[in-house]
């Protein structure tokens, strides 16, 4: 175990649900009692009774969790149902004139769309899909920016039985372009362009750069009509969404897929090589969408929910584009930055729309936090009643400036541990009986079997840090890595005979068994609350044609989480002054032609070598220290060249 993890936090505060929030809440400390007994006393009949209840089947399923391919576990696997089915149709006769989508533009532009509504667009483009050829079991890219458009063609997917994969709107066309051919994908959603900034993003420019060469399988680009700007349109090959959907009947019946199907595959960095197609099933994540939608988000009738993510990340799939729908809620999507026209916008959007629960990141509070610490004082925010945060730890700080100043000491906070693997919130409170303490994402839901092991598997004692594990599978658990299957084994069962989750985060449990997080055990970055690998970024660098080899490490950063710091030994000389800032600019730009603004390094120095031990190895630990500005106390006389340090720390 790496020597991170200890954890210097002491928190004491604690935070008890109001009797006024527990008496409206859907779990009470009685029924949350009674889940967890169940869960405990039959595990599989837990989880089977809750898909026959939440889920509507067209067939109903008899096996429960199926163990004989371990770790690929399957969870349903004689069911049929269709998840698009189950987040709209269903709907239609109880609350088809219910608002599904407040969409709102960054001027400002707002749309409302109903069930019935949604209904109809996704009808539309699941049939202009299937007139392209597009067939169960097929793989579409979405990119797109973060509007209605986006979910409809989420929706649209799932409706037919394709398999999406939605690529964040700020990757960089070389990014697009290794997912759409890991992915084998025959089809690619896009729009002309996004604005964020009052900037047009020309995310139809950076299709046609990732298919210029014709990489993989792609026949056919639909391109929604968003920001107006120019675009190339590739006769035989794009076709305007419009048009696309013009004529086109309503009513598409869905596809009845296997429980296990795949419903999509979303990409994410581990510490080494590229990318990961993260491969979720139809039923089982549906469920852990719809459970978690109603256990920690507590949604109910008449909420207005805005979960702020991206669907071009987890989060913007399963309390986005899945289970706010899936339980019949209305939501705010909105396509913007949180700053324009000030860092009040999100808190005025609350305002306006009567939000009542509200789900960010830490990264975005701290940002808001400092920009406009009192701007959510100049808003009516008394309609909102619960908060939510996931990403990386919330430190107390933030978390505190949270509950005061926009919950008014009203609304609990529900810290969710997850990740792109687990599908669903893991380890996080249930807001009507959980006790709060900042800082911790508290204890694992219902038939969520986490714990902190030591290197042999043994669970650990109060404040111990180890590694974080789930013990059972669960339905909402990834299915593989698409396309490699030895990596999903390699990568997240690796240890523990194999019978283990490895969640990749070290964690440890309090005395009153709160889980506290404490950061990867892996080399992976949290910048923003994204994972990214160190590898992917010093890739990106040792591509450029002046670079001859770099290490990339992060560094605390009091919005970010963590700041990327890059060490780069160039071809020939080291540069210094002018040239040297010249050529900093040119890198952190190349990398975010590479792989998307969000990897710019902070803060990038060059040096004659890196430190290495003798035996070759790059001494990350050191690196990391010396992106922190820590004094170097250790011994660095077993590096093989000792002199590039002060280099390194910028004094030389
Ligand atoms: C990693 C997963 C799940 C959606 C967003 C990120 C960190 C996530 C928390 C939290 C402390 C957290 C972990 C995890 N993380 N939520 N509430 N407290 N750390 O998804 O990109 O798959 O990253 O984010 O390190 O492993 P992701």
New binding site residues.
Partial sequence: MSDNIESTLTETRHFAPSAEFTENARLKPADLEALHQKAEADYEGFWCDLAREKIDWQTEFTQGLDESKAPHYQWFADGRMNVSYNCIDRHLEVRGNKTAIVFEAENGDTRHLTYRDLYNEVGKLANALKGMGVVKGDRVIIYMPMNAEAVIAMQACARIGAIHSVVFGGFSADALRDRVVDSGSKVVITADGGERGGKVVGLKANVDKALDSNPGDVEKVVVCKRAGNDVTMHADRDVWWEDAVDGESVDCEPEWVEAEHPLFLLY?SGSTGKPKGIQHSSAGYLLGAIVTNEWVFDLQGDDVYWCTADVG???GHTYVAYGPLAVGATQVVYEGTPTVPDAGRWWKMCQDHGVTVFYTAPTAIRALMKAGPDLPKQYDLSKLRLLG??????NPEAWMWYYTTVGEERCPIV???????TGANMIAPIPGATTLVPGS?TQALPGIAADVVDEDGKSLGADEGGYLVIKKPWPHMLRTVWGDDQRYKDTYWPKFGGKYYL???SARRDSEGNFW?M??IDDVL?VS???MGTMEVESALVAHKAVAEAAVVGRPHDVKGEAIVAFVILQGDRLTGDEAEEMVKELRNWVADQIGPIAKPDDIRFADGLPKTRSGKIMRRLLRSIAKGEEITSDTSTLENEAVIPQLQGKA
């Fill in positions: 994410t990340w987890i989060t945060t996931v990403g990386e730890p919330i810290d969710t541990w997850w990740q792109t693997e994402c969640a990749g985060d997080i950061g990867r949290n609350g994204h994972r």
